[in-house]
């Protein structure tokens, strides 16, 4: 059996990797490594928990000899790294956190695959997951593509980009066989609700107050995260070593008329009169460095691997809403102890 390695597979991104991986191919074994940091939830997986082909691996990819040690064991074939601090705010109150797992977690793993290529071992590749945040921001026209300069503005992004730098020059310098993928914000079912959609599906739920950084015209690109789920699939068994490709959902937001929409959404599910929840849209102090717009041209993967995403926003939104409505228990958890204190110093005094 092909061992594959994926880190971070607890998470929100991870979970739909994992699920897809284990499911799709029988042949794999796959092994899930996560440190189940608040980010991580078991739970986000449990449906396929008891396969034959997964394993779960509580670790940290900060932990130099615990990731030599399991490299070492099983030698992996391929790497699909996801593992990382995640949240922009959060880097912004202890960006050395983002340091030490994103750029030297992703250094450890790097070293370690390094090692069994240098020993002639026939692994396929190295697959490092990105952001399209690494590219900076974008002024009222233009798309980010795989040769703009790379420019990050929160702690987040600059470790995410020397992370990308990193693998790229194991690349160029001892041959590594990687790829690399810049994406932009997902959304869907097991998203943290201290990210945008989540945050406002459940605040809206509870009719708590809609925290709208600056004047809301921050823009975003959004992506199904199935859908990234599917391009990670592809791009880790169909592209091309040494390349980056950049997905997105060719789909432009700004936060304000997002924020709209999901009330409209929510007002008809609940039962609630239109307009009732857009009364909780709370103008809140801009965060520092807030990149205006981000967004992608993914000419280059869906030309050369043919995808694109299989779902309208539209449609993901309606499944993505209906997740929460129908898992509050899930949503409970996640909203209760760490993360609420965290929320709290968030928006305290906003
Ligand atoms: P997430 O925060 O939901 O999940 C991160 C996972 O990594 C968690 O399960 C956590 O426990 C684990 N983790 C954190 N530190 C670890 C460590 N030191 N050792 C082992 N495991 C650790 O993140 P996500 O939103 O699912 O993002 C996954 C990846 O995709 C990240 O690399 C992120 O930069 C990238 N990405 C995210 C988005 C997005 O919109 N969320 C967009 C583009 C790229």
Redesign the pocket.
């Known amino acids: 059996m092909k061992k594959i390695l994926i ?2 597979g ?5 979970s739909h990797v994992v699920r897809r991986f284990v499911t799709n191919y029988p042949d794999y074994a796959i092994y899930n ?5 608040y ?2 939830n078991l739970e986000n997986i449990k449906d396929i928990e008891d396969s034959k082909n997964y394993v779960f691996v509580k670790g ?3 932990d130099k000899d615990f990731i030599d040690g399991l490299f070492t064991e099983h030698r992996f074939e391929g790497v699909v790294h ?5 949240h922009v705010d959060r880097s912004i109150t202890d960006p050395l956190a983002f340091v030490k ?1 994103n750029v030297i ?1 992703t250094m450890n793993l790097l070293n370690a695959f390094k090692d069994l290529w240098q020993n002639n071992w026939e692994g396929k590749r190295f697959y490092h ?3 399209d945040e690494v590219y900076g921001t974008l002024g009222a026209e233009g798309l980010f593509t795989e040769t703009t300069p790379y420019s990050p503005n929160s702690p987040y992004s600059a470790s ?1 980009a020397s992370s990308d730098h990193f693998v790229r020059a194991y690349g160029e310098t001892y041959g590594l066989p990687f790829v690399i993928t810049n ?4 959304y869907g079912p097991n998203h ?1 609700p201290e990210k945008l959609i989540p945050l406002f599906i459940n605040n809206i739920i509870e009719k708590k107050p809609l925290p709208v950084y600056g004047d809301g015209k921050y823009t975003r690109d959004w992506l199904f995260v199935k859908d990234h789920a599917i391009a990670i699939d592809l791009v880790y068994h169909n592209g091309k070593n040494h390349e980056t490709y950049n997905i997105g959902g060719f789909n432009e937001w700004q936060n304000i008329d997002l924020v709209k929409l999901l009330c409209g959404i929510l007002d008809t599910k609940l039962g609630r009169e239109q307009g009732e929840s857009q009364q909780l849209i709370t103008y809140v102090k801009d965060r520092p460095g807030h990149d205006l717009r981000y967004a992608i041209d993914a000419f280059k993967i869906n030309s050369e691997l043919g995808w694109k995403p299989s779902v309208t926003f539209e449609e993901g939104l309606e499944i993505t809403v209906d997740w929460f409505l129908n898992n509050a228990d899930w949503l409970k958890n996640v909203t209760s102890g760490t993360y609420m204190k965290y929320y709290d110093e968030q928006y305290s005094d906003r």
Do not use: Q
């Open positions: 880190t971070g607890a998470g929100f991104i991870g490594l996560d440190a189940l940091t980010a991580g940290d990819i900060t996801l593992a990382a601090e995640s797992t977690g997951i990105s952001t995410k994406c932009s914000n997902n943290f």
